[in-house]
T-cell receptor, first 111, second 120 residues
């Protein structure tokens, strides 16, 4: 079993839809949970991070972490064509710099 | 702020040659940089951790003699792929830690735009 599992998609939604992306993980030592956005042939850009369990909201984006289920989610409200990208989840333990990434989910928002 | 650049963005080379990739932190000093490799439809895999002024720490399965890393200054780390072969063709991405920006114990890594290496 891989440490982080993420459905690679692709996921195609109409503009304005609510998008749900998620990852599962197996390492209970992970304490920080990140979502990155990566455009084609570009480096990842941090969208949000969450420490331990709970929710975090930033504009149209909401990140949720359920440590009991080892499950994290990213919700995008009112999706826009500019949201079309690959979304990577990543995790790390406290006191560690090493990030463990999921494979990424490719999202297309159709106008 | 916190911009990381990579050069070149795309390189094509013949099998057996060596290729050097540069990673620069443009507006901050980075004592620690990371090198990742990303194959198509795969996740970023950490290759090595590069600390300024000391030897790099390589992940299991990564050949340190093939992937030479030098972190000679606080703003520059280089990755040299020696005797490259077609199986080394990949997207190489570096990231840098900002030592001065720690919030809730979280120290963000800023990623470069990546270098696409194609070995013929």
């Amino acid at each position: 079993q891989k440490e982080v599992e993420q459905d690679p998609g692709p996921l195609s939604v109409p503009e304005g839809a609510i998008v749900s992306l998620n990852c599962t993980y197996s390492n209970s030592a992970f304490q920080y949970f990140m979502w990155y956005r990566q455009y084609s042939r570009k480096g990842p850009e941090l969208l949000m991070y969450t420490y331990s369990s709970g929710n975090k909201e930033d504009g149209r984006f909401t990140a949720q972490v359920d440590k009991s289920s080892k499950y994290i989610s990213l919700f995008i409200r009112d999706s826009q064509p500019s949201d079309s990208a690959t979304y990577l989840c990543a995790m790390k333990g406290a006191g560690s710099y090493q990030l463990t990434f999921g494979k990424g989910t490719k999202l297309s928002v159709i106008p | 702020g916190a911009v990381v650049s990579q050069h070149p963005s795309w390189v094509i080379c013949k099998s057996g040659t060596s290729v050097k990739i540069e990673c620069r932190s443009l507006d901050f000093q980075a004592t620690t940089m990371f090198w990742y490799r990303q194959f198509p439809k795969q996740s970023l895999m950490l290759m090595a951790t590069s600390n300024e002024g000391s030897k790099a720490t390589y992940e299991q399965g990564v050949e340190k003699d093939k992937f030479l890393i030098n972190h000679a200054s606080l703003t520059l780390s280089t990755l040299t792929v020696t005797s490259a072969h077609p199986e080394d063709s990949s997207f190489y991405i570096c990231s840098a830690l900002t030592s001065g920006r720690v919030v809730e114990g979280f120290n963000e890594q800023f990623f470069g735009p990546g270098t696409r290496l194609t070995v013929l």
